[in-house]
């Protein structure tokens, strides 16, 4: 293994005394510039911040109440130290969410993760996450940068301008989800142009099942994958030992039990929660939502952090589609669109290696303008496209689920 530096391959002790004393000089520095974080933290003794057990006693910070409170007090709710103007970019994902990104050279900490996926100084990186408001190209193209390497910033779609940026500047590695990977080298092949400069890839923001997996490594091209949030940028990494997605390092991560913020053992499933130990943006036990479980012992690549067993799906009923949320509120705003309607459920699932969702509405009228409308309100609230199918009043199982991932 060729480390990125000498941080991976701390010892688990040293590790949590050097990531602790850290947390609490940021938080000693932060607390009183940041009247969330302060708020947070009433009742907690910084100075007692020493482990695992005493974080646990700090409430947990989930994305809904964090939307809640920017809505009053917009735009990061008191919890940046710095002002919305001495940042590097103000960037919003649907929900809204509004999210900061700093001046620091790889503030998103996506460095490690493209070194550890074999990404190198003088690679031509084509970069096909969104430049449109939210984080997800930039969180690449930050850690690209610090590497060295040179981007393509393509952004989703237009897959014949993707193709002919790939005539023209043969990149060799490519970030973006797997779904689009396979799109673009499929459309390649229709065209009769076959994709054969990239040999290398990160992807992120959706599913890559193991068949999924298969098909790219027959195509030569050597992918890995990581998991990330546009709140905390790179929270853990695949390596070529493939054993486990390697939590990276600027992070303190735990899995607790969903809805009690308990640490439970390693091994056993809970939701992924993250302390981010960055001065500007210190998120401080922030609930993803996410499940996923610790795996015992080190990668065998030799970096010594923890592993996650990767996604093991939503803590609640919120799930990603396409690398985008999609949130239950988000379906109920539908609802206030068109009165009137009974029950709606949000259906995700795969086919032919790509998420495809499926809106199930209650009506006593069904007609191709509702469906039409439905479909357009759907995409205009989402930002993705989606089928719509009209049912029969109280035909929808009624056990409360607005979103169910079958996936």
């Given amino acids: 293994m060729q480390p990125y530096d000498v941080l991976e391959t701390r010892d688990a002790a040293t590790r949590e005394a050097e990531d602790f004393a850290s947390l609490r000089a940021l938080l ?17 003794d910084v100075a007692g911040l020493t482990g695992r057990a005493a974080l646990a006693k700090v409430p947990v910070l989930r994305k809904p109440e964090l939307q809640a409170m920017q809505h009053s007090s917009p735009p990061f709710a008191g919890l940046t130290s710095v002002k919305p103007g001495q940042l590097k970019r103000l960037l919003m994902s649907p929900g809204p969410i509004f999210e900061p990104e700093g001046m620091g050279q790889d503030w998103w900490g996506a460095g490690r993760a493209l070194h550890a996926a074999g990404f190198r100084e003088g690679d031509i990186i084509l970069n096909t996450f969104g430049y449109h408001f939210t984080p997800g190209a930039f969180i690449m193209e930050s850690g690209a940068s610090a590497l060295g390497c040179a981007i393509i910033p393509a952004g989703p779609g237009q897959t014949e301008m993707q193709l002919a940026a790939i005539a023209a500047f043969s990149p060799n590695a490519y970030c973006g989800t797997p ?24 992807v992120s923001g959706a599913a890559f099942p193991q068949s999924l997996q298969d098909w790219v490594k027959a195509r030569g091209i050597e992918a890995y994958q990581a998991y990330a949030t546009a709140d905390l940028g790179i929270i853990a990494y695949e390596s070529a030992a493939r054993a486990g997605l390697i939590i990276n390092e600027g992070l303190i991560v735990e899995i607790v039990q969903p809805g009690t913020g308990d640490p439970v053992p390693d091994g056993e499933v809970g939701e992924i929660v993250v302390t981010r130990l960055n001065a500007e943006y210190p998120l401080l036990r922030f609930g993803t939502g996410d499940l996923s ?3 015992p012992g080190i990668s065998p690549c030799g970096r010594m952090n923890k592993r996650l067993a990767g996604w093991m799906g939503r803590a609640d ?41 499926e809106l199930k509405v209650e009506c006593a009228d ?33 056990d409360g689920t607005v979103i169910a991932d079958a996936r």
Avoid at 28 to 44: N, R
Avoid at 318 to 344: N, S
Avoid at 367 to 374: D, G, Q, S, V
Wanted: glycine share 6%.
């Fill in 317 to 357: 009923q919120r799930t990603k589609v396409k690398g985008m949320f999609i949130d239950p509120a988000q379906i109920a705003a539908i609802a206030k669109k068109h009165p009137g309607l009974g029950r709606m459920r949000l259906v995700v699932q795969r086919e032919n290696e790509a998420d495809v969702m």
């Fill in 179 to 202: 779904d689009f990977l396979k799109i673009l080298i499929e459309k390649a092949d229709e065209a009769g142009k076959p994709v054969t400069s990239l040999k290398k890839a990160l």
């Fill in 366 to 398: 069904p007609t191709p303008e509702l469906a039409a409308a439905l479909g357009a309100s759907l995409y205009a609230i989402t930002n993705l496209k989606g089928m719509v199918s009209l049912h029969a009043p109280d035909t929808l199982p009624k």
């Fill in 293 to 295: 479980k610790i795996i």
């Fill in 28 to 44: 000693a520095k932060a607390a009183p510039l940041t009247p969330a974080l302060a708020h947070q933290l009433e009742g907690i």
